[in-house]
């Protein structure tokens, strides 16, 4: 896999082919690049609703075709795309908002054996809703996305100092609230 340098050396080539020729090809490769990591990000954002996520991305690569010529190549090609699409997400959101957000239930039901893999899953999903919206945006960009804090902030439209903050406060909070994981597993370890 190459490095971000020559990832982003090649993006570049792609939006300048795209740009100066028109070039619907260099931009679909671009698409073809980056897709997956957009798709990612609005699932984790939409919490698994995956119809919705790639209904997202779809809009994304269109804004993107349409402001293509607004990228000036000071961020990485895909931390431009993360805000276009964190952008869709948040007008969506907006759009929505009229709608009651249903609480997510326990899809396992009292009745079911539960595995300790699907508990945990389970535990961190709850804890990660009791975060902030800025916090669970800020997590899911830095830790989930591998994005440097000041990429988040320029997805987020954060100033970096607040994209710290958050990270910082919501590692705590889920620390505190996943307190008893760490306990067990050290048990079991026998530490």
């Given at each position: 896999?190459a490095?971000?340098?020559?990832?982003?050396?090649?993006?570049?080539?792609?939006?300048?082919?795209?740009?100066?020729?028109?070039?619907?090809?260099?931009?679909?490769?671009?698409?073809r690049?980056?897709?997956?990591?957009?798709?990612?990000?609005?699932?984790?954002?939409?919490h698994?609703?995956i119809?919705?996520?790639?209904?997202?991305?779809?809009?994304?690569?269109?804004?993107?075709?349409?402001?293509?010529?607004?990228?000036r190549g000071?961020a990485?090609?895909?931390?431009?795309?993360?805000?276009?699409?964190?952008?869709?997400?948040?007008?969506?959101?907006?759009?929505?908002?009229?709608?009651s957000?249903?609480?997510?239930?326990?899809p396992?039901?009292?009745?079911?054996?539960?595995?300790?893999?699907?508990?945990?899953?389970?535990?961190?999903?709850?804890?990660?809703?009791?975060?902030?919206?800025?916090?669970?945006?800020?997590?899911?960009?830095?830790?989930?996305?591998?994005?440097?804090?000041?990429?988040?902030?320029?997805?987020l439209?954060?100033?970096?100092?607040?994209?710290?903050?958050?990270?910082?406060?919501?590692?705590?909070?889920?620390?505190?609230?996943?307190?008893?994981?760490?306990?067990?597993?050290?048990?079991?370890?026998?530490?």
């Amino acid at each position: 896999m190459a490095d971000q340098e020559t990832e982003a050396r090649i993006d570049h080539a792609l939006v300048a082919r795209a740009l100066l020729a028109d070039d619907r090809r260099a931009f679909e490769q671009l698409v073809r690049r980056h897709q997956g990591m957009v798709r990612a990000q609005l699932r984790r954002l939409l919490h698994g609703d995956i119809a919705r996520a790639d209904d997202l991305a779809q809009e994304t690569f269109l804004l993107a075709w349409r402001k293509l010529n607004q990228f000036r190549g000071e961020a990485r090609f895909s931390t431009w795309l993360y805000r276009i699409a964190y952008s869709c997400f948040l007008q969506s959101v907006r759009k929505r908002q009229h709608l009651s957000d249903t609480p997510v239930d326990d899809p396992t039901g009292p009745q079911l054996s539960v595995s300790r893999e699907v508990t945990l899953r389970l535990d961190m999903a709850r804890a990660l809703r009791g975060l902030s919206e800025a916090e669970q945006a800020v997590l899911l960009h830095v830790v989930q996305l591998g994005l440097s804090h000041e990429e988040a902030a320029y997805v987020l439209s954060m100033p970096l100092g607040t994209v710290k903050s958050h990270a910082k406060r919501g590692k705590d909070k889920l620390r505190a609230r996943l307190a008893d994981w760490q306990d067990a597993s050290l048990e079991e370890t026998g530490s």
